[in-house]
């Protein structure tokens, strides 16, 4: 069954740190693009990242720059999200997503992105 499961999320204080994990089943990712996104209640969904088939390519949205770091490991069939010094506005269901790609394309979008997982939720709260 194809599928892409996160996990990681939990509650951390402000400044604390979180790795998110998002593993696909299924499928391989070697061929996927992979995009991290966040929604927060009441708000619309916003891309926080993504990393390229073969990790040459990566962009992070400003507001995470510095902060957050992704990086993919095809070998586990599993991409990573560090997230460090959060911040309580980063409260959010994060979701990651992959796009087959056959060149070294990086989309951006989240209507590029096929496939979606169910989201792993993260707080920021003292």
């Known amino acids: 069954q194809f599928q892409l499961v996160e996990s990681g999320g939990g509650l951390v204080q402000p400044g604390g740190s979180l790795r998110l994990s998002c593993a696909a089943s299924?499928?391989?990712?070697?061929?996927?693009?992979i995009g991290w996104f966040r929604q927060a209640p009441g708000k619309e969904r916003e891309g926080v990242s993504c990393?390229?088939?073969?990790?040459?390519?990566?962009n992070y949205a400003d507001s995470v720059k510095g902060r957050f770091t992704i990086s993919r490991d095809n070998a586990k069939n599993t991409v990573y999200l560090q997230m460090n010094s959060l911040k309580p506005e980063e409260t959010a269901v994060y979701y990651c997503?992959?796009?087959?790609?056959?060149?070294?394309?990086?989309?951006?979008?989240?209507?590029?992105?096929?496939?979606w997982g169910q989201g792993t939720q993260v707080i920021v709260s003292s």
């Open positions: 299924g499928f391989t990712l070697d061929y996927y693009a």
């Open positions: 990393i390229s088939r073969r990790g040459g390519k990566i």
């Open positions: 997503a992959a796009a087959k790609i056959y060149g070294d394309y990086l989309p951006g979008a989240a209507h590029e992105y096929a496939y």
